[in-house]
Structures are given as C-alpha cells and as structure tokens.
C-alpha cells in the first residue's frame, strides 16, 4: 500500500466531519477558508453555521455593488466575533 493510501485510508476512519467538507459549494468553502485562516476549528464551527445564517450567499450582495453599508455590517460582525483578532 503506498503512503497516499495509508493517508487516505486513515482519514476515513479518523478525519473529523466538518460542515465545509459536506458541501460543493465555492462560497461556503470560501467563508471556511477565511474564519480558519487565525481561528481554531471548534471555535469555527460555530460561527461558519452563524453566518450562513445571515449571508448564506454572496450573490445579492453583488447585485448592489457590494453595498458599504452591508461590508461594514459583515466586517463589524466579525470583529465582534473576535474572528478577525490577531491571536
């Protein structure tokens, strides 16, 4: 058996299922990438199902042009969620 297999054998057995991995979806993928980019992955959980909550899409905010009113909404939510405090 080579390394990649032993690899790919023990992650299914032992890899822990996160709402990210579930999903196709470049968005969603997206948001995950960015929560976990200083953030520990229990702590991310969390707030990946929270905020899918509130923008569980991007494309209407496209539609307005990225509103500022909407960017400074998301980027005060996530200071307040400490998710863009340097740890």
Do not use: C, N
């Not at 822990?16 to 953030?39: A, C, G, H, K, N």
């Amino acid at each position: 058996m080579t390394a990649a297999a032993t690899l790919l054998r023990w992650y299914r057995q032992h890899g822990r299922v996160l709402p990210w991995r579930e999903t196709q979806d470049p968005y969603r993928i997206l948001v995950s990438e960015i929560m976990l980019q200083q953030t520990q992955v229990d702590r991310v959980k969390e707030y990946y199902r929270t905020w899918l909550t509130i923008g569980p899409s991007i494309s209407p905010h496209f539609d307005k042009h990225l509103d500022q009113e909407w960017l400074k909404a998301i980027v005060d939510r996530l200071v307040r969620d400490g998710l863009l405090a340097r740890r």
